[in-house]
Nanobody
Framework: QVQLVESGGGSVQPGGSLRLSCATS????????MGWYRQALGKERELVAA???????NYANSVKGRFTITTDNAKNTVYLQMNDLKPEDTAVYYC???????????WGQGTLVTVSS
């Protein structure tokens, strides 16, 4: 069974930065898309950023220019660098790894990011 282990969440003041990490138990090349989602209290889970195996990236409009998704293939890890954090970025962030046909679709346990002064 595929396991995704996230780390890097925490509390930060507005304008601050955090980097989330997600390590996969299988080679990252097993997946076509690596992504980060978030779910704020009382809201639905939403896509934050995604990166395909070909290197194409996609970001939610609310985070464009502030967040960056990257992968380290040697470490089988996907990162989310979050800069200029805002209170509205407060949420539980989840890592996702899947294939195009959804034959593999794995989720991390979630990591809480709190942005508050």
């Amino acid at each position: 069974q595929v396991q995704l282990v996230e780390s890097g969440g925490g509390s930060v003041q507005p304008g601050g930065s955090l980097r989330l990490s997600c390590a996969t138990s299988e080679t990252i090349f097993s997946f076509n898309i690596m992504g980060w989602y978030r779910q704020a209290l009382g809201k639905e889970r939403e896509l934050v950023a995604a990166k395909t195996v070909s290197g194409a990236t996609n970001y939610a409009n609310s985070v464009k220019g502030r967040f960056t998704i990257t992968t380290d293939n040697a470490k089988n890890t996907v990162y989310l660098q979050m800069n200029d954090l805002k209170p509205e970025d407060t949420a539980v962030y989840y890592c996702n790894a899947r294939t195009y046909d959804w034959a593999l679709d794995a989720w991390g346990q979630g990591t809480l990011v709190t942005v508050s002064s």
